[in-house]
């Protein structure tokens, strides 16, 4: 429900498709907004079964992280585990199914943390944040063109991760602090384990 004191939402006029590619999806949307102002908006579309990203501890202290080719930096990055909900998965089944294939493991824990977007201006696009504990090791073949890279670094040591130049990816950086959060928030009732 909206606050009474926040605006009315645009009046969608038209809808039309821009440009579409294997992966995204362009529509230009034309807008009327309550003062009577009207403008043209683009946005990417987005996958409407939705998109996981795991936050993955092999023990209380550490984090698993891949290593990929990133094209939009032509380089490779480093970044947490994730990928899209396939049809007729729920985010549990799809989060153990992309660590299995992009990290070697499964998890017999694994609960939501958070639902992220990133430029919702521009995007409709949202990932759903999950921590995986308890992990046992499970490959499934996946996707990717070359093999990931896993590497294990601490969790409870975010600021050296963030002056590394191959980690900068804003969902990957916020899902690393809220997991911390959380975990701190957890142990100060007692102490962590799995």
């Not at 585990?81 to 549990?92: A, N, S, Y």
């Not at 921590?131 to 590497?151: F, Q």
């Not at 670094?153 to 590394?164: G, S």
Request: some cysteine; hydrophobic content about 45%; proline content about 8%.
């Amino acid at each position: 429900m909206t606050p009474p004191d926040w605006p009315q939402k645009p009046a969608i006029l038209d809808r039309r498709s821009v440009a579409k590619s294997r992966l995204f999806h362009v529509e230009s949307l034309d807008l009327r907004f309550s003062n009577g102002a009207e403008r043209t908006f683009e946005r990417l579309t987005g996958s409407d079964s939705g998109a996981v990203m795991i936050v993955a501890m092999p023990d209380p202290e550490h984090v698993l992280l891949i290593r990929e080719y990133a094209a939009g930096f032509e380089d490779y990055v480093l970044t947490l585990p994730k990928g899209l909900v396939d049809p007729g998965e729920d985010i549990i089944t799809a989060a153990n199914r992309e660590l299995m294939e992009e990290c070697g493991f499964g998890a017999h824990s694994i609960e939501p943390l958070v639902e992220l977007s990133l430029a919702p201006n521009y995007m409709r696009h949202r990932m759903q944040v999950l921590l995986a504990t308890d992990l046992y090791p499970k490959r499934l073949p996946g996707d990717e063109p070359e093999p990931l890279i896993v590497e294990t670094h601490a969790l409870f040591e975010l600021p050296a991760l963030l002056a590394r130049e191959d980690f900068h990816e804003a969902r990957a950086i916020a899902a690393l602090f809220i997991a911390r959060d959380k975990l701190l928030e957890r142990e100060a009732e007692g102490p962590l384990r799995w």
